[in-house]
């Protein structure tokens, strides 16, 4: 039996609404035009992104936060940070690395991504920051098999609606 890092999360009240709408589409097949891409669309590609050990949206567990995704359309930038549900949190680098891999696989090649943990919230931050940020280790990581099995896993097994089962002594909802 595998122990769990943070075997109580704090669940989190889930937006509603606009929740993965679909990419603008202005009828405009016109392969010059560019769409123009905001923070809430970031947002809508990696709230659904499962966590690593929990099966719990990374929205849902408040990992990431639509106020910590800044896009620079013109300057063709996006940072992305988010919080580790704990400080020693050892997944954090996984979870990096799975909102990187959505972001490369549906935005634009156009743009530079950026991902970090937030400041002051994770004890190896600047060491997980350079590992999220170097090409080199993430086209290792991204090698490694097993390693994007778990990437791919993470990124198919969205939670639906924000409603999860809660077997046993489970996390607690917090609004």
């Known amino acids: 039996m595998t122990t769990l890092i943070n075997q109580n999360p704090v669940i989190y009240e889930t ?39 929990h099966p719990l949206s990374l929205e849902q567990l408040n990992v990431t936060q639509r106020d910590h995704i800044q896009v ?20 954090a680098t996984l979870i990096g690395l799975c909102i990187r891999v959505r972001l490369l696989r549906c935005l634009p090649s156009r743009f530079k991504v950026d991902i970090s943990v937030r400041k002051g919230t994770h004890q190896s931050e600047n060491a997980v920051n350079k590992q999220l940020n170097d090409k080199e280790r993430v086209a290792a990581a991204l090698e490694n098999a097993h390693l994007l099995e778990v ?20 996390p607690t909802v917090e609004t």
């Open 151 to 170: 990437v791919n896993q993470c990124l198919a097994t969205a939670t639906s609606g924000g409603v999860v089962a809660n077997i046993g002594k489970g």
């Open 15 to 53: 937006a509603t609404g606009d929740s993965n709408r679909a990419w603008r589409d202005d009828d405009n097949d016109n392969e010059d035009s560019t769409d123009f891409i905001d923070a809430q669309e970031v947002f809508d590609l990696i709230r659904s992104i499962s966590d690593p050990e």
């Open 72 to 91: 620079s359309d013109k300057n063709n930038h996006i940072l992305v940070e988010f919080t580790p549900t704990i400080p020693h949190c050892s997944m």
